[in-house]
């Protein structure tokens, strides 16, 4: 069965420094998606992506993130310069159409020293 | 501002008993309603998702319903087993289509 699938699984990183969160939707999905979830919080929308553009993007989703889909099959998450609190769990999602299930990576779990 | 509730935070029972999980949200206007699953250090699998025009779906063991006007779904789950001990999420897609998430109910399942 097609699956979404993230890289890395974890990444340690100092404050300050730039992130790339990598993910592979599944194949012949259209919308793609970040979240985030801090540790005991809740899940958090940051962007959506459609036909090579933001759709949608929440107030956390500030100038020091960015996305992109570098080529067909990957989609990518870039935080600038990282804050402490940016620390967190963040998801990838595909979906076919903006009203479908949306399907999860794994994550990746970020950790900003 | 758009909330998502979920009743209990957390809840053990005995296996084979039936359950029910609580989500009510406060935007009436939904796209969707999707109830995930969340195991720890995991990511989240979709479950079910409600259409704003449906009542209810079901996966096997599971039913899910919605009732917009009330603002409320459940998650019901028959015969319950160790295996689905996880954190139950609910998230409604609003008009931005935006997921808008609860903070889920912990659920264990005693053997």
């Known amino acids: 069965e097609p699956e979404v699938t993230q890289t890395p699984s974890h990444q340690v990183t100092q404050m300050g420094q730039e992130v790339i969160l990598r993910c592979v939707p599944i194949?012949?999905?259209?919308?793609f998606y970040w979240y985030r979830q801090i540790l005991g919080q809740k899940v958090e929308f940051l962007v959506s992506f459609y036909n090579n553009e933001i759709s949608e993007k929440s107030e956390i989703f500030d100038d020091q993130f960015s996305v992109e889909r570098p080529d067909g099959s990957n989609f990518t998450l870039k935080i600038r310069s990282t804050k402490l609190e940016d620390s967190a769990m963040y998801f990838c999602a595909s979906s076919y159409t903006v009203g479908e299930t949306q399907y999860f990576g794994p994550g990746t779990r970020l950790l900003v020293l | 501002k758009q909330e998502v509730t979920q009743i209990p935070a957390a809840l053990s029972v005995p296996e084979g008993e039936n359950l029910v999980l609580n989500c009510s949200f406060t935007?009436?206007?939904?796209?969707?309603l999707q109830w995930f699953r969340q195991d720890p250090g995991k990511g989240l699998t979709s479950l079910l998702l409600?259409?704003?025009s449906q009542r209810e779906q079901t996966s096997g063991r599971l039913n899910a319903s919605l009732d917009k006007s009330s603002g409320r779904s459940t998650l019901y789950i028959a015969a319950s087993q160790p295996g689905d001990s996880a954190t139950y999420l609910c998230a409604f897609m609003d008009s931005n289509y935006q997921l808008i998430w609860g903070a889920g109910t912990k659920l264990i399942i005693k053997p």
């Open positions: 935007d009436s206007a939904i796209y969707n």
């Open positions: 194949s012949n999905h259209l919308y």
């Open positions: 409600i259409q704003s």
